[in-house]
């Protein structure tokens, strides 16, 4: 998991307590015309539902593998910039004179390596 912590609940429902009365209004206002109007309403095919609900699963899956790629991709080179930045204090460490070490410690440290 990429959090260390847990979100609040309250965050949670403070981001969507503007959305739940719409949802609720249109929920129950369709459950109350399709009870009152059932013999007015014509008879949808199972296919319909089936076909549309393949074709957002398609979708959302090419959605969330392009996402998975952009964040491996962010992955890769936050770990190529951590390793390039090691490998630096190392050759800083490694070819100047033991004069200029503290710099170097002080290089490291805003580098988070000490």
């Known amino acids: ?39 007015l309403i014509p008879q949808m095919p199972i296919a319909i539902p089936t076909f549309t609900g393949t074709a957002i699963s398609v979708i959302l899956s090419f959605k969330i593998n392009q996402s998975y790629d952009r964040w491996w ?11 390039d930045s090691r490998t630096f204090v190392l050759q800083l460490q490694s070819f100047i004179s033991k004069d200029k070490q503290k710099q170097i410690k002080e290089i490291a440290e805003s580098a988070g390596y000490v």
């Open 1 to 39: 998991m990429l959090l260390n912590k847990t979100i609040p609940l309250s965050y949670i429902l403070g981001k969507i307590r503007n959305e739940v009365p719409y949802v609720l209004v249109i929920g129950f206002l369709v459950n109350f015309l399709t009870g009152h109007f059932r013999n």
């Open 73 to 83: 991709e962010a992955r890769k080179i936050w770990g190529m910039i951590v390793n």
